[in-house]
């Protein structure tokens, strides 16, 4: 059964913007943190960006910070990413992820710590 659904992939010049959503289909996002992962080709799954389940907190990598910005609206269920500047080093499969409840954000680089996954959806960066 699918937990979360991704969308918003696509194929975009270098220095384009996307937006990416997941929306949470069989439960209520608003009790979980909710990361971003992504995964290049033929490396391992990392994660790149987390928001507490508030909205108040959030969390980048370094080697997005300042070019993607992670939102939610609980109202409807859905948390997003917001992607500019991109580069072909971002090109990859992008996963959200509720977070474990007794991790939250902490370790949010490690996709250990996703409990509910969405199927990826794929961007791709042309340079």
């Known amino acids: 059964q699918v937990q979360l659904v991704e969308s918003g992939g696509g194929l975009v010049q270098s220095g384009g913007s996307l937006r990416l959503s997941c929306y949470a289909a069989?439960?209520?996002?608003?009790?979980?943190?909710v990361g971003w992962f992504h995964q290049a080709p033929g490396k391992a799954r990392e994660g790149i960006s987390c928001i507490d389940k508030s909205g108040q907190s959030t969390y980048y990598a370094d080697a997005v910070k300042g070019r993607f910005t992670i939102s939610r609206d609980n109202a409807e269920n859905t948390a997003y990413l917001q992607m500019t500047n991109l580069k072909p080093e971002d090109t990859g499969v992008y996963f959200c992820?509720?977070?474990?409840?007794?991790?939250?954000?902490?370790?949010?680089?490690?996709?250990?710590?996703?409990?509910?996954w969405g199927q990826g959806t794929q961007v791709t960066v042309s340079s």
């Open positions: 069989a439960f209520r996002m608003d009790e979980f943190a």
């Open positions: 992820a509720a977070m474990y409840p007794t991790y939250g954000c902490s370790n949010y680089h490690s996709p250990y710590v996703g409990d509910h």
